[in-house]
């Protein structure tokens, strides 16, 4: 045997074997600590060009995206040959086309505009006798489930606007009382998404009490209401849709060109508001999950890519309450 260091020509040094495991645990220990470090480091500067919030320790638990939630990574980039998206109504079997056409996406955007009118997808007599019933589901209940339907089958749907503030500022869609904080949940839907939903009324209708109906432009749908049966008086006029609980509405989103490239698609615009935005603010979708006041279980949600930086360029200091709302047709410039 040659002797090393510590070894005295005398066979293996006990001591020496101790000294250079030590030595080895010390090394890989210290390299642990670096690799975690440059993941920590890393994790933080997802958020940049924020008013420096704090950390959400309910909220945001990782930001990474959603195993297989997306593919691709923006799921409101169609195909050319992308072909129509169809759902039926329960009411009478009728046919919503969901709009695949690039060209009228481009032009649709005027808000608050549904000269098709406001069709529901339950009939009339369900809606007022199942309200009558009374005991509708709440509605962090129900979006709640519709949540993971549409994950199980890969879809897209991301908190949008003012809840969007709230689930970042107050940690909750509801306030110490458990009140809701809002009128309404906002969702941001992909095209394959706003029909999934719709696919679901039969089953909202059987498991909660809720219904939705849908707003028509040029036979197309534009945004999409869900809402509980309860306390709800059925209108063909557009508006929010009002019943015993907060609304979950979803507004259809869609990559564009940019203007004046037709061959660059990076600009996302949600029709129904006709807001548009760059597309690196809300693509990949992040995952956020949310321990609420509202309801025992924790909420999976998903989240746009750089949320902070979006509410700035939406509402300025978004961290002080205010009543200002995202004007609609706003061309966001981050």
Same mark, same amino acid.
């Given at each position: 045997?040659?002797?090393? =260091?510590?070894?005295?020509?005398?066979?293996?040094?006990?001591?020496?074997?101790?000294?250079?495991?030590?030595? !080895?645990?010390?090394?890989?220990?210290? =390299?642990?600590?670096?690799?975690?470090?440059?993941?920590?480091?890393?994790?933080?500067?997802?958020?940049?060009?924020?008013?420096?919030?704090?950390?959400?320790?309910?909220?945001?638990?990782?930001?990474?995206?959603?195993?297989?939630?997306?593919?691709? =990574? !923006?799921?409101?980039?169609?195909?050319?040959?992308?072909?129509?998206?169809?759902?039926?109504?329960?009411?009478?079997?009728?046919?919503?086309?969901?709009?695949?056409?690039?060209?009228?996406?481009?032009?649709?955007?005027?808000?608050?505009?549904?000269?098709?009118?406001?069709?529901?997808?339950?009939?009339?007599?369900?809606?007022?006798?199942?309200?009558?019933?009374?005991?509708?589901?709440?509605?962090?209940?129900?979006?709640? +489930?519709?949540?993971?339907?549409?994950?199980?089958? !890969?879809?897209?749907?991301?908190?949008?606007?003012?809840?969007?503030?709230?689930?970042?500022?107050?940690?909750?869609?509801?306030?110490?009382?458990?009140? #809701?904080?809002?009128?309404?949940?906002?969702?941001?839907?992909?095209?394959?998404?706003?029909?999934?939903?719709?696919?679901?009324?039969?089953?909202?209708?059987?498991? #909660?009490? +809720?219904?939705?109906?849908?707003?028509?432009?040029?036979?197309?749908?534009?945004?999409?209401?869900?809402?509980?049966?309860?306390?709800?008086?059925?209108?063909?006029?557009?508006?929010? =849709?009002?019943?015993?609980?907060?609304?979950?509405?979803?507004?259809?989103?869609?990559?564009?060109?940019?203007?004046?490239?037709?061959?660059?698609?990076?600009?996302?615009?949600?029709?129904?508001?006709?807001?548009?935005?760059?597309?690196?603010?809300?693509?990949?979708?992040?995952?956020?999950?949310?321990?609420?006041?509202?309801?025992?279980?924790?909420?999976?949600?998903?989240?746009? !890519?750089?949320?902070?930086?979006?509410?700035?360029?939406?509402?300025?200091?978004?961290?002080?309450?205010?009543?200002?709302?995202?004007?609609?047709?706003?061309?966001?410039?981050?």
């Amino acid at each position: 045997m040659v002797p090393t =260091s510590d070894d005295d020509g005398n066979g293996p040094n006990p001591l020496g074997l101790e000294r250079k495991c030590l030595t !080895n645990n010390v090394f890989l220990l210290g =390299s642990l600590v670096f690799v975690l470090y440059n993941l920590i480091g890393s994790f933080e500067m997802t958020y940049p060009n924020t008013t420096s919030p704090p950390l959400q320790r309910q909220l945001i638990l990782r930001k990474d995206l959603f195993p297989n939630v997306v593919s691709p =990574s !923006n799921p409101t980039r169609l195909s050319p040959n992308m072909a129509k998206l169809w759902f039926a109504s329960n009411a009478d079997e009728r046919k919503y086309e969901v709009p695949t056409d690039m060209e009228w996406i481009k032009k649709y955007g005027r808000g608050l505009d549904a000269d098709g009118g406001v069709r529901y997808l339950t009939n009339r007599t369900w809606i007022e006798t199942r309200g009558k019933q009374g005991n509708c589901a709440g509605a962090l209940q129900v979006f709640n +489930w519709i949540m993971k339907q549409v994950i199980e089958k !890969n879809g897209c749907l991301m908190v949008a606007y003012g809840q969007l503030i709230h689930i970042h500022r107050e940690e909750d869609f509801v306030n110490k009382l458990g009140k #809701f904080i809002d009128d309404d949940i906002d969702l941001w839907a992909s095209p394959e998404t706003v029909a999934h939903v719709a696919t679901l009324e039969r089953q909202l209708n059987s498991k #909660f009490g +809720w219904t939705m109906r849908c707003f028509v432009h040029d036979d197309k749908v534009v945004l999409v209401q869900i809402f509980a049966s309860c306390e709800h008086t059925v209108s063909s006029r557009a508006g929010k =849709s009002k019943s015993s609980q907060p609304g979950i509405e979803l507004y259809p989103m869609y990559t564009i060109p940019r203007q004046g490239n037709e061959t660059q698609y990076d600009v996302v615009k949600d029709i129904w508001r006709g807001t548009e935005f760059p597309e690196h603010l809300i693509f990949p979708v992040g995952k956020a999950t949310l321990t609420s006041g509202g309801i025992e279980e924790p909420l999976d949600l998903q989240i746009p !890519n750089h949320p902070f930086q979006l509410m700035e360029c939406l509402y300025g200091n978004w961290m002080v309450p205010s009543s200002k709302h995202a004007s609609n047709h706003m061309k966001v410039v981050c």
